[in-house]
């Protein structure tokens, strides 16, 4: 069945899609948006997120925006490269275009109009503010709307709704594939809707914007290795992304940008069904396998900075769990409860022997681990702050833990199960600073845009609170330029 003609195919409807539908609109275009939700959960990710965004005030990104990217630009790239990286567009080498990076350039966009992002999303009622977070302390600055992501879905979604006539949306339909002119301009989508029904949805352009693939099982094991197994979306909405859209725009010979063997990690319980029910008090105790083994540094830096790191170890251990382990002193940590976000009670015991059974770990390995760990850290306890990176620092142990470490002597002890958590991928594709899509050769495939996580950017560790910002930023680019692309007469464009 062929449904339509429009001049703008968004696929999904979280905050990239429905700031890219929208932008469209504003600017004249008529919209059609395929959404594999039924209504009353559009919205993706972004319906879950508290969606903190990077920014000192509503005027500017934090201070380190572009330092945080370059500094986790992942790997050790050619210095030769990415001098010429820097170089503008069109006097770069054609390869390099194509070349997955945090291309600086489109880092410098989304940090130049995240603020105007911001401020066009204040028109829709949403209000942004400094909003207390799960973390004591943090290492940059960031603001949220008031309501979180779903206030953004919300405020978005109402307005769609009110303008049905030029946006109309496509509940429990799931885009499969690209369609294409004889001159290889993407001219619309191939989907399946309720009943396995096959639909085409023509528009002279189509914007990508469904998610990574951290609802995608196969995808997650072929790429992140067989430990993803052990790894579930950390938010109902992740369910909905399986990456199609990523795959769809490979398929067409898009650019692949950003780290597929790796995403955002949390750390959380198992055992809960909340969103995002992060353990993010580990630092002030110790973490150990279920072998009962310490296997990394706890406390490296400042918890919001590495949390993500270590939540990739858990990944790791042999079953992909780990249980982060106290004494009383976790009660010295004024306000530690609001970095558990897990509302089941943590496992406690009297004694060290009697919480190593009600974690199901070795007796013995366990409390030679707490041994050995005690006998390392310092006798003088009294610099301890848990506000600051301390240097309250083991010695003699070949494993460290650099700040805040204090022995594990006085009971009740407690611990919590702990795993690592899939919030979204970063294996995406390279777009230019209009979110176009860029093949493998280094040009934009014409009629295509990717916005959101579809859009790879990140390597190795995210630079925290941008994912949302870099979704209503490169979909605000996508449907500016999609709408402009509607009145040129340049088919090729
Ligand atoms: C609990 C949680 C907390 C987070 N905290 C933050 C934070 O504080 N700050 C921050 O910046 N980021 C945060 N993130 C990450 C951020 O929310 C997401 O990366 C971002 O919202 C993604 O936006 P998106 O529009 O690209 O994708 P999504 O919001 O996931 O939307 C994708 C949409 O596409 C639909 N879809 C998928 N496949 C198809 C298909 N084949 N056909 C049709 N529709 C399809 C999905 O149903 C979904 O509605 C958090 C995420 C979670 C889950």
Redesign the pocket.
Known sequence: MQIGEFDVVV???????LSAAITAQQNGARVAV????PEDE????????????RMKSADAVSDDFEDRFAANAGGWPDPGVLRDAVRDWNNQPQVLRALGLADPHLIATIAEEAPKALKWLTEFGVKFDFLPLYFLSQSTTRM?PIGG?LALIEALGTYADAHADDIEIFYE????GLIHDDAGAVVGIR?VGPGNKSMEVRGRSVIL???GFEGNQEMLSHYIGPQAQFIR???R??H???G??VAMALAAGAASCGDYGSF?AQPVDPRSTD??PVVLNYSYGILVNDAGQRFTDEAPGMVDATYEEVARLIMGQRHGIAYAVFDAGLDDVENWPVTVRSRIPSIEAETLEELAELMEVDVRDFTDTVAAYNQACPEDGSAFDPLTTDGLATSGITLRKSHWARPLVRPPFRAWPMICAN??TFGGVKIDENARVINAEGDAIPGLYA????AGIYYRVYT????????AVT?RLAGADAARRRNSKDLKR
């Open positions: 696929v999904g409807c979280g905050i990239a899609g395929l959404e594999r939700a559009r919205g993706g990710n972004t319906r879950y997120t508290e969606s903190f965004w949220g992501g339909t799931a885009a499969r989907a914007a469904s998610g979306p950390v938010a909405g992740g909905y992304n399986r199609e859209g955002h969103i995002e919030c979204f916005a959101g996580e579809v925290g609170a941008t994912s949302v910002m870099r979704g979909g």
